[in-house]
């Protein structure tokens, strides 16, 4: 037996005949969501404005505006909505005006519900058509956004830390000199080192700055992620509080790919840090770190940040899934902004310098959070094909 088909549409049904409303409405519900009925046009064109179905079905001949003329009312207000027109007419002058006008399917009185339902299929098809053509496009214009967005502040921070990292040569070179020039027991002495530890710290900020815009110094080799991550789990232990149960769970295959990775470093814990931060202080909680190669296709890519260019195939990831407060639709939409917290004003660049690394690196970054659930971000990596694999 063949299952029957459902559509998740709604659908407007107006004839002016009790017996035909009652049988096809009976039928329609058990192949759609939605069922509106109305006897006569004026009525259909009333709660066509009130529900916006996603298909309207209508008797040709009625009392007053007939299925023609609520249909140009119709199409007057959503162009596009398919239309489905029950009539005994097979004139020409007929089906040309109704063709004008917009209908897109005709079906002969008596309503074979086999000729019904075929016409049922053909109108879904377009409106999944149209929704998948429109999700495809505001999937681009979203992207095409942040990328513009990315791109600005990239430039914007590429330009500060090259300016202020001029000032900053002169400061710490001017008190380098005036150190050296200073006895060891000078009182001065101490407030000197302060302003050049101050000034260093001011050049980490300027660096993070340079990694954002993706114009960093960057040392490029061959590396295993796992091993990149293993080698800093004293570190990252040191910094998770005990209360927060962490797994490392690593690959069996090898992650190979190229990268930098004391900036690699500084991705891993930032990410660690965000974690830590959306579990809370002093709170319970878990952190799992995974490691791994996965098969990304076109539209997997498409659902993450920065895939431009990106082409489907093999790359490694790093996952950082934790238990914390999770973060909604905005907060994600303005993670990656330099100094953006949930905490406090100005916390600092750390995920907006991931995103300037993972972009040199031609990665990609997918979030899945839930608020009040945790989050899971993945970092992806083009995995490293060797020569042997080519």
């Known amino acids: 037996m063949c299952a029957t088909p459902k559509f998740p549409v709604s659908i407007l049904f107006v004839d002016d005949e009790p017996v035909n409303l009652d049988i096809l409405t009976r039928y329609l519900s058990s192949y759609v969501d939605t069922i509106t009925v109305a006897a006569d046009g004026r009525e259909g064109y009333a709660l066509f404005l009130e529900k916006r179905p996603d298909i309207v079905l209508t008797d040709l001949i009625m009392p007053g505006i007939d299925g023609l003329e609520m249909s140009r009312m119709i199409r007057g207000i959503e162009p596009k909505i398919p239309i489905i027109l029950l009539t005994s007419s097979n004139s020409v002058d007929f089906l040309s005006e109704a063709i004008d006008i917009g209908v897109t399917q005709f079906l002969?009185?008596?309503?074979?519900?086999?000729?019904?339902?075929t016409a049922m299929q053909r109108c879904y098809d377009t409106i999944d058509l149209e929704r998948r053509l429109k999700k495809e496009h505001e999937?681009?214009?979203?992207?095409?956004?942040?990328?513009?967005?990315l791109e600005s502040l990239g430039v914007l921070a590429g330009g500060v830390a090259h300016n202020f990292n001029n000032i900053l040569t002169a400061i710490?070179?001017?008190?380098?000199?005036?150190?050296?020039?200073?006895p060891e027991d000078a009182p001065a002495l101490k407030f000197m080192k302060n302003i050049e530890k101050s000034a260093v710290r001011a050049a980490d900020i300027a660096r993070q700055m340079l990694d954002y815009s993706g114009k960093g110094a960057l040392m490029v080799m061959r590396l295993e992620l796992s091993d990149l991550?293993?080698?800093?789990?004293?570190?990252?232990?040191a910094t998770i509080p005990a209360k927060i149960n962490t797994t490392f769970d690593y690959s069996?295959?090898?992650c190979l790919m190229e990268g930098d990775p004391i900036q690699l470093r500084q991705v891993i814990m930032?990410?660690?840090?965000?974690a830590v931060e959306a579990i809370g202080e002093g709170c319970e909680g878990?952190?799992?770190?995974?490691t791994g190669c996965i098969t990304c296709n076109e539209e997997c890519l498409a659902a993450c940040w920065i895939d431009e260019g990106l082409t489907g195939g093999e790359y490694v990831f790093l996952d950082?899934?934790?238990?914390?407060?999770?973060?909604?639709?905005?907060?994600?939409?303005?993670?990656?902004?330099?100094?953006?917290?949930?905490?406090?004003?100005?916390?600092?660049?750390?995920?907006a310098a991931v995103m300037g690394i993972v972009r040199w690196h031609r990665g990609a970054v997918h979030i899945n959070s839930i608020p009040g659930e945790g989050s899971r971000v993945r970092i992806l990596f083009p995995v490293l094909v060797t020569p042997t694999e080519r």
């Open 172 to 182: 710490i070179g001017n008190v380098t000199l005036a150190t050296m020039r200073l």
């Open 286 to 290: 878990s952190i799992r770190i995974t």
């Open 229 to 237: 991550v293993e080698s800093m789990r004293e570190v990252l232990m």
């Open 320 to 351: 950082v899934a934790d238990s914390g407060c999770g973060m909604d639709v905005e907060t994600i939409s303005r993670l990656f902004d330099p100094f953006f917290s949930t905490k406090f004003t100005g916390r600092g660049l750390g995920m």
């Open 108 to 117: 002969p009185k008596p309503v074979l519900k086999a000729k019904l339902l």
């Open 252 to 254: 069996d295959s090898e």
């Open 270 to 274: 930032a990410l660690i840090i965000n």
């Open 139 to 149: 999937r681009a214009e979203e992207n095409l956004l942040r990328s513009q967005k």
